[in-house]
């Protein structure tokens, strides 16, 4: 079944604009899974995937009931964004990122990641935003394989990646951090503390940004300052 949901709305975060997330945690509860990799919102629902199940999780609201699911293109999804009508994954190893027919398991085109080792998306409005194990996060023309721009990741392992309104939102399995960068820029506002040891992917709900860590195999809800 296709889901077709709204867009969420997003807070523009910029510096002076407003409240940005923070390392303090509302809640949190267990991801349907041993090994959340990839976050995104459709509407008012949370959608997460993961790793050793191969599937892709619609939950009810932002909680751990679970609304339906679907297998993923391939065997190892590690993003998630959302366009207000497609939903797009991609996978760690294929180095293929896959727009899919509203919220389904339909593909309807894939294209060629920048490289290999995908492991975050996220969607500006306008234009896809991906980063790889490589270190580099890039940004796309539109929904496609051509690359605009490029820049270092704040540290070497970036792992998720959210867009809250006007900012780029980042996390880093090897540093452990959550960076809110200036825009879509290499420049960080701030930094925090993942609530866990390994952050693996970011969502942001219009008011709270969301993370998941694939060690302790929970789901976040953070606060703003």
Known sequence: MTLILPMIGSGYIAAGGGSLPNGTIL?????????????????????????????????????????????????FPAGLAYTGTNLISCDLFTATIYVHSGVSSTIFYTFA???????????????????SLSGTIYVHSGVSSTILSSFASPSSNPSGLTYAGGNLISCDANSDQIYIHDGVSSTILSSFASPSTTPSGLAYTGTNLISCDYTSDLIYTHDNS
């Not at 609304?67 to 293109?73: E, Q």
């Not at 990641?113 to 980063?131: D, E, F, H, Q, R």
């Open 27 to 75: 809640s949190s509860f267990a991801s349907p899974s041993t090994n959340p990799r990839g976050l995104t919102t459709v509407g008012s629902n949370l959608l997460s995937c993961d790793a050793t199940s191969d599937l892709i999780y619609v939950h009810s609201g932002v909680s751990s009931t679970i609304s339906s699911s679907f297998a993923s293109p391939s065997s």
């Open 113 to 131: 990641a920048p490289v290999n080792l995908m492991y975050g998306l996220a969607y500006t409005g306008t234009n896809l935003i991906s980063c």
